[in-house]
């Protein structure tokens, strides 16, 4: 069975902190995503990695970056977190054979105070 | 542009069979997903279009036009578990290398006894 990880279910952070979320995934996936999930707006893409040290901006990555140091693990970095980023974030990776069907973790429910 | 539509909510009873559709504008279509999302969980994947047809899993089925742009998800005998919410989304060639997603901001559906 495909596991997606991630670092944290429940976090509280302050508004200007820098915040870290990590996503481990353990079946050798090359393309990886990072989204957020907000009532009435659905899941909207942040970023995605299709490849080690590679990136692209999704739709909404103003106040995010991310980090692929390395195939199994993609971050998410709030630089200085606000209170409009309290959100669902959602990590995902995917396969490299049809129908390339994206594997959610479990999603990390960050509140910004 | 790219959209994909489906309705808000819908209900049905316990045992009854529910369609769910989804209509979708994207150039460069290149296959639909059905994931299931139960409240405060990660979506799961369901199934995968790529062809008109109907493709059946179990109790579940999803039929694909792609001429009209139009696809739904079949639910039969109901259970209460099957509460949830049921998200259409579409892969485009145009879109990230082929492996990004366009979401529905998908259909709660409630099944009553």
């Known amino acids: 069975d495909v596991k997606v990880t991630q670092s944290s279910r429940y976090l509280v952070k302050r508004t200007g902190e820098k915040v870290f979320l990590e996503c481990v995934q353990d079946?050798?996936?090359?393309?990886m995503f990072w989204y957020r999930q907000d009532p009435g707006l659905g899941l909207r893409l942040i970023y995605f990695?299709?490849?080690?040290?590679?990136?692209e901006k999704g739709d909404i990555p103003e106040g995010y970056s991310v980090s692929r140091e390395k195939k199994e693990r993609f971050s998410l970095i709030l630089e200085s977190a606000s209170t409009n980023q309290t959100s669902m974030y959602l990590c995902?990776?995917?396969?490299?054979?049809?129908?390339?069907?994206?594997?959610f973790g479990p999603g990390t429910r960050l509140t910004v105070t | 542009g790219q959209n994909i539509d489906q309705p808000t909510e819908m209900t049905a009873t316990e045992g009854a069979i529910v369609q769910i559709n989804c209509t979708y504008q994207?150039?460069?279509?290149?296959?639909l997903f059905w994931y299931q999302q139960h409240a405060g969980e990660a979506p799961t994947f369901l199934s995968y279009?790529?062809l008109d047809g109907l493709e059946e899993k179990g109790r579940f089925s999803s039929f694909l036009s792609r001429s009209k742009g139009y696809s739904y998800l079949l639910l039969k005998e109901l259970q209460m578990k099957d509460s949830a919410s049921y998200l259409c989304?579409?892969?485009?060639?145009?879109?990230?290398?082929?492996?990004?997603?366009?979401w529905g901001l998908g259909t709660s559906l409630a099944v009553n006894p």
């Open positions: 079946m050798d996936h090359e393309n």
């Open positions: 989304a579409v892969r485009s060639l145009r879109a990230g290398n082929n492996r990004k997603l366009i």
């Open positions: 995902a990776s995917t396969p490299q054979s049809t129908p390339y069907e994206q594997y």
């Open positions: 994207t150039s460069g279509f290149n296959g």
């Open positions: 279009n790529v």
């Open positions: 990695s299709y490849d080690v040290k590679m990136k």
